[in-house]
T-cell receptor
């Protein structure tokens, strides 16, 4: 079985631009979460979706948005990029909300 | 908001020594999960604890959830070089899932 796949793997954007990151969960997994991880720190929770509905939102500005599609894949959008948005963005999927999560390898975003 | 703390931040051990990392939450948790992240990798799920006072074992790893559901620990017996990595606890408070800052384990052969 394929694991959690994220695209792209690396991305360089300019300040003020917008970016869309994509995630395909493990087949059968209905919950997808997004995390931001800065080097040397733990993952910071951004969003959780289950059955296409938002089930949790972390302490991130409104520039961050996400959605889950009928096939349970998900997109994370970040508008008006700032230098501080440079990080590894991790997507994780699970069977349901309170199960252990399987993480993808992440998208490394660099904002210049 | 909820805060999850972990100690120690770093731990260097000789291969064969034991290792323990502690996780403390500022609020009562509905459950707690533990993850391991190798250098350059992504977090890998180890276990979830749900019940107060729960203890679970996975080979050389022992996980414990405190009676008040505000703290947890991970103990590794007789560490091996394959145990190298950062160990994160992650607790759920309401709808949000909060990761601790992690404990980075180095194992010297």
């Amino acid at each position: 079985d394929a694991g959690v796949t994220q695209s792209p793997t690396h991305l360089i954007k300019t300040r003020g631009q917008q970016v869309t990151l994509r995630c395909s969960p493990i087949s059968g997994h209905k919950s997808v979460s997004w995390y931001q991880q800065v080097l040397g720190q733990g993952p910071q929770f951004i969003f959780q979706y289950y059955e296409k509905e938002e089930r949790g939102r972390g302490n991130f500005p409104d520039r961050f948005s996400a959605r889950q599609f009928p096939n349970y894949s998900s997109e994370l959008n970040v508008n008006a990029l700032l230098l501080g948005d440079s990080a590894l963005y991790l997507c994780a999927s699970s069977l349901a909300v309170d199960y252990g999560y399987t993480f993808g390898s992440g998208t490394r975003l660099t904002v210049v | 908001g909820q805060q999850v703390m972990q100690i120690p931040q770093y731990q260097h051990v000789q291969e064969g020594e034991d290792f323990t990392t502690y996780c403390n939450s500022s609020t009562t948790l509905s459950n707690i999960q533990w993850y391991k992240q190798r250098p350059g990798g992504h977090p890998v799920f180890l276990i979830q604890l749900v019940k107060s006072g729960e203890v679970k074992k996975q080979k050389r790893l022992t996980f414990q959830f405190g009676e008040a559901k505000k703290n947890s620990s991970l103990h590794i017996t007789a560490t091996q070089t394959t145990d190298v990595g950062t160990y994160f606890c992650a607790g759920k408070d309401g709808q949000n899932f909060v990761f601790g800052p992690g404990t980075r384990l180095s194992v010297l052969p």
